[in-house]
T-cell receptor
Framework: DGGITQSPKYLFRKEGQNVTLSCEQN?????MYWYRQDPGQGLRLIYY???????QKGDIAEGYSVSREKKESFPLTVTSAQKNPTAFYLC????????????FGPGTRLTVT | DAKTTQPNSMESNEEEPVHLPCNHSTISGTDYIHWYRQLPSQGPEYVIH???SNVNNRMASLAIAEDRKSSTLILHRATLRDAAVYYCILRDNFNKFYFGSGTKLNVKP
């Protein structure tokens, strides 16, 4: 089946450690996105990529980094510089020929203590 | 500041219509209006979108005000499975999606 996978579903880290969240899609979509969601709030854009080897900062990119070396993969690294990393992280992809719909993964809940 | 404003929560009875409002007074001429919904601990899913004209699909209808400063998502017959958080979103011409804080819809049997 085609879709987006994010792993793991739950992730626990100690403060001061970098952590990388995985996002893989087999939909052959060009564009991919990372969002952060805090309890009771909407989604905020961290980074997005319209094409391989290119990405742009979203509204809250500080303390995060990404890479887009392959079309199907868009990993997000939460660095120790991110002051409040505990959140629900959602990855999405979009077919650039059908620009209206984003397909979301199941999300990763990151807890940093 | 958020580009869209929605009520925090709404309640509906099962099998009755639901009208979910959204204000987007700073919308630009090229922004599309999208609606997604999200179940607990899941990613959002697409519901409907439009630019200027009202839109219908199998899930819902979207009514867009003539000045485009507001819109309303209409669920014609709410079911228990429609209970979710509904997000009103603007998509700009760089294909960035701006989510509001959402409306939590509770459907009573």
């Amino acid at each position: 089946d085609g879709g987006i996978t994010q792993s793991p579903k739950y992730l626990f880290r100690k403060e001061g450690q970098n952590v990388t969240l995985s996002c893989e899609q087999n939909l052959n979509h060009d564009a991919m996105y990372w969002y952060r969601q805090d309890p009771g709030q909407g989604l905020r854009l961290i980074y997005y990529s319209q094409i391989v080897n290119d990405f742009q900062k979203g509204d809250i990119a500080e303390g995060y980094s990404v890479s887009r070396e392959k079309k199907e993969s868009f990993p997000l690294t939460v660095t120790s510089a991110q002051k409040n990393p505990t959140a629900f992280y959602l990855c999405a992809s979009r077919d650039s020929d059908s620009s209206y719909e984003q397909y979301f993964g199941p999300g990763t809940r990151l807890t940093v203590t | 500041d958020a580009k869209t404003t929605q009520p925090n929560s709404m309640e509906s009875n099962e099998e009755e219509p639901v009208h979910l409002p959204c204000n987007h007074s700073t919308i630009s001429g090229t922004d599309y209006i999208h609606w997604y919904r999200q179940l607990p601990s899941q990613g959002p899913e697409y519901v409907i979108h439009g630019l200027t004209s009202n839109v219908n699909n199998r899930m819902a209808s979207l009514a867009i005000a003539e000045d485009r400063k507001s819109s309303t998502l209409i669920l014609h017959r709410a079911t228990l499975r429609d209970a979710a958080v509904y997000y009103c979103i603007l998509r700009d011409n760089f294909n960035k999606f701006y989510f509001g804080s959402g409306t939590k819809l509770n459907v009573k049997p």
